[in-house]
Nanobody, 119 residues
Framework: QVQLVESGGGLVQPGGSLRLSCVAS????????MAWYRQAPGKQRELVAG???????NSADSVKGRFAISRDNAKNTLYLQMNSLVPEDTAVYYC?????????????WGQGTQVTVSS
């Protein structure tokens, strides 16, 4: 089992930047595919960006060119660099870890960190 703790959220003006971090503990971080999701009030949780255990990345069209996901396996940490933020990016951002053990999927979530983009 893995525990995930996000940090780095806050209030930022439109056009600003934030870097989210997610520290994992309790398991071998490098075997997990990782992702950032977000959930805005009244909306469903959506995938923001993902990175496989081999480092392959993907991201939602709405954040392409503005957000970048990365991981440091030596530090058991997942990052999300967010630039050119807009009010529509306001949401709670969640860290997600997924792996498969003997064919059984294991899916873990952090508690979330609030990002608010407002002037």
């Amino acid at each position: 089992q893995v525990q995930l703790v996000e940090s780095g959220g806050g209030l930022v003006q439109p056009g600003g930047s934030l870097r989210l971090s997610c520290v994992a503990s309790g398991s071998i971080f490098s075997v997990y595919d990782m992702a950032w999701y977000r959930q805005a009030p009244g909306k469903q949780r959506e995938l923001v960006a993902g990175i496989t255990r081999r480092g392959r990345t993907n991201s939602a069209d709405s954040v392409k060119g503005r957000f970048a996901i990365s991981r440091d396996n030596a530090k058991n940490t997942l990052y999300l660099q967010m630039n050119s933020l807009v009010p529509e990016d306001t949401a709670v951002y969640y860290c997600n870890a997924v792996t498969s053990i003997l064919g059984t999927p294991h899916n873990y979530w952090g508690q979330g960190t609030q990002v608010t983009v407002s002037s």
